[in-house]
Nanobody
Framework: QVQLVESGGGSVQPGGSLRLSCAAS????????MGWYRQAPGKQRELVVA???????NYADSVKGRFTISKANAKNTVYLQMNSLKPEDTAVYYC?????????????WGQGTQVTVSS
């Protein structure tokens, strides 16, 4: 059974930092593309950043220079370091594991963790 468990969300003031973690089980973690997505109220889910098995990254323009993705294959865990947080970063953040093309069945999601940026 595949499980992705996020942690690290919470409330922070603008300019603050948070570090999200996503622990994966039931998959061969090292070969998956791992991603962080977010969904704000009334908006569609959007890609924040993804990291391939080879370490290539793809950041949304809105988070470049502020967010950093990393992963620890030995711990089956992917991280999202979020700095200089803005109110518009407020959303539920979801961890994703994907293998293959857009139609691949090997696509898994975590339950989400709330991030709130407010003064």
């Amino acid at each position: 059974q595949v499980q992705l468990v996020e942690s690290g969300g919470g409330s922070v003031q603008p300019g603050g930092s948070l570090r999200l973690s996503c622990a994966a089980s039931g998959i061969r973690f090292s070969i998956y593309t791992m991603g962080w997505y977010r969904q704000a109220p009334g908006k569609q889910r959007e890609l924040v950043v993804a990291i391939t098995s080879g370490g290539s990254t793809n950041y949304a323009d809105s988070v470049k220079g502020r967010f950093t993705i990393s992963k620890a294959n030995a711990k089956n865990t992917v991280y999202l370091q979020m700095n200089s947080l803005k109110p518009e970063d407020t959303a539920v953040y979801y961890c994703n594991a994907h293998l293959g093309d857009n139609y691949s069945p090997y696509d898994y999601w975590g339950q989400g963790t709330q991030v709130t940026v407010s003064s």
